[in-house]
Nanobody, 129 residues
């Protein structure tokens, strides 16, 4: 059974940092994409960052330059280091996995949440201004 456990959310002041973790289990960590998405109540879910098993990373415009996604293969965990946080980063953050990667192309680079196969429960990030 595939499971994704997101953690690391919390309350931080604007300009501060947080590191989110997504611990994955139930699939081999050699053919996957894991993405971070976020959602504010009343708004659509949006993609933030994504990484695949080839080490390719992708960032949304709002995340680029401030967030860094990485993976630890030994721990089957993907991290999202978020720096220079802004009030508009406040949201529930979800990690999602696409595995195995489809031959027609991964959803990861497009942040297409409809293409992600598994979702974890979210972790709340609150940035106070």
């Amino acid at each position: 059974e595939v499971q994704l456990q997101a953690s690391g959310g919390g309350l931080v002041q604007a300009g501060g940092s947080l590191r989110l973790s997504c611990a994955a289990s139930g699939f081999t960590f050699d053919d996957y994409a894991i993405g971070w998405f976020r959602q504010v109540p009343g708004k659509e879910r949006e993609g933030v960052s994504c990484i695949n098993s080839r080490g390719n990373t992708y960032y949304s415009g709002s995340a680029k330059g401030r967030f860094t996604i990485s993976s630890d293969y030994a721990k089957n965990t993907v991290y999202l280091q978020m720096n220079s946080l802004k009030a508009e980063d406040t949201a529930v953050y979800y990690c999602a996995a696409e595995t195995p990667l489809p031959h027609w192309g991964s959803s990861c680079p497009r942040f297409d949440d409809r293409g992600m196969d598994y979702w974890g429960k979210g972790t709340l990030v609150t940035v106070s201004s």
